[in-house]
């Protein structure tokens, strides 16, 4: 009997990063409020133009330098007149756009209810990603923006409705969702550290915003600057400083592309009547690999911890491990380490908080007989 393939789908938008079959990468910049809605405004000060003003800097500097980037905006007006764009709006703009990742542009303000007064004193960059208890959420939102795509015994496409009745669909949307949660952490890690670079870094924070849960794409949320303090106001409005914070932007955007641009071929499901379906990935690019100190299960997509990279091999021990057990594999001349090894994505999530705690910056890689996959 014809085996029959299934791919995964999400309307027109991937969950994976990079460039297929030519398709630029696509960054959707989200310039906060706008139209009726000016956001915060202090001293004649709109938010909503500082954060076009910064959106379309950030716009300029990826596409004037970078060909195979294209920028989709949610609004490109500065009027103030114009009708309020909603969430709603935005999201239709950013799935319609077919977008590798979404970037939200915001302007802060510190206000002290008890005092009635702002708090000028407060002042800095910080870079949001969706709560943890948002990934349901999140995963909901994939569940009803996908579809699944079968080959026919003719060879024809079919598409149809997710079926969460079918298990191996189910476990296909536990990876993606575990890939965006990752990667958007990772997007923002890029971002704020090059922010962080020429302003206060405030760090990565988790909230509940409708903009980073309600796109299947790595999202994250960017607050600019405190509109209530007098001198980053001043420096959010002026040309310089309205540069440099796109500039930061726009080298964290770069920074995530350069290390996660990958193939966008889908997960693949292949199954026969003859035998339990089995879960495995389409062919997709892979980093080159030295042998690790510690083997892959063969044949199993595995989840590990990339907690350090080095430009030379570091010996069992090593006290920058941190008494950490750690394996490695080879992207051109780095070598990248990692720690703990399984294919229960939760198993891996359950380390977070040891892991974090002796590498912040650690992220969750998947990889697949030694080698990392690119989706």
């Not at 030519?22 to 706008?34: A, C, I, S």
């Not at 290390?259 to 199954?271: E, G, I, N, R």
């Not at 057990?325 to 908080?353: H, P, V, W």
Request: charged share 25%.
């Amino acid at each position: 009997m014809k085996k029959t393939l299934f791919i995964i789908t999400l309307l027109a938008v991937s969950v994976l990063t990079g460039n297929a079959g030519g398709k630029n990468f696509t960054v959707v910049l989200d310039p906060g409020h706008g139209g009726s809605d000016p956001g915060a405004v202090r001293a004649g000060v709109y938010e909503s133009e500082i954060n076009l003003a910064i959106a379309l800097l950030v716009g300029e500097m990826l596409t004037s330098n970078h060909k195979d980037i294209d920028v989709v905006y949610t609004r490109k007006d500065m009027e103030r007149t114009d009708k309020k764009l909603t969430s709603v709006d935005r999201m239709s703009i950013a799935n319609a756009a077919n977008g590798d990742i979404f970037v939200s542009i915001h302007t802060n303000s510190a206000y002290s209810e008890k005092t009635k007064k702002d708090v000028p004193s407060s002042y800095g960059v910080e870079v949001y990603i969706q709560t943890v208890e948002n990934s349901a959420r999140k995963k909901q939102t994939l569940l009803q923006k996908g579809s699944v795509i079968s080959i026919g015994e003719h060879d024809e496409e079919i598409s149809r409705k997710y079926d969460p009745s079918i298990a191996q669909f189910n476990a296909i949307y536990e990876i993606k969702q575990a890939q965006i949660l990752n990667l958007s952490n990772n997007l923002a890690k890029y971002i704020s550290t090059a922010m962080g670079m020429n302003r206060n870094n405030r760090g990565i924070l988790q909230k509940s915003l409708y903009v980073t849960w309600q796109t299947p794409t790595p999202s994250v949320l960017i607050e600019v600057g405190y509109i209530t303090n007098p001198e980053e106001r001043a420096f959010m409005t002026s040309e310089n400083g309205q540069k440099i914070l796109a500039q930061g932007i726009c080298n964290g955007i770069i920074a995530y592309k350069n290390d996660f641009d990958m193939s966008k071929a889908p997960l693949v499901v292949t199954s026969a009547p003859e035998q339990p379906q089995n879960i495995q990935s389409a062919e997709v690019n892979t980093v080159e690999k030295q042998e690790p100190e510690k083997a892959d299960k063969s044949g199993e997509i595995v989840f590990k911890w990339q907690v350090l990279t080095s430009s030379t091999p570091l010996n069992d021990g090593d006290y920058r491990f941190n008494g950490l057990e750690c394996s490695f594999y080879k992207q051109g001349n780095l070598y990248k380490y990692t720690y703990g090894e399984s294919t229960d994505y939760k198993e891996i999530d359950a380390m977070r908080t040891k892991v974090k705690k002796l590498f912040p910056d650690a992220f969750i890689i998947t990889m697949k007989d030694g080698k990392r996959l690119t989706n």
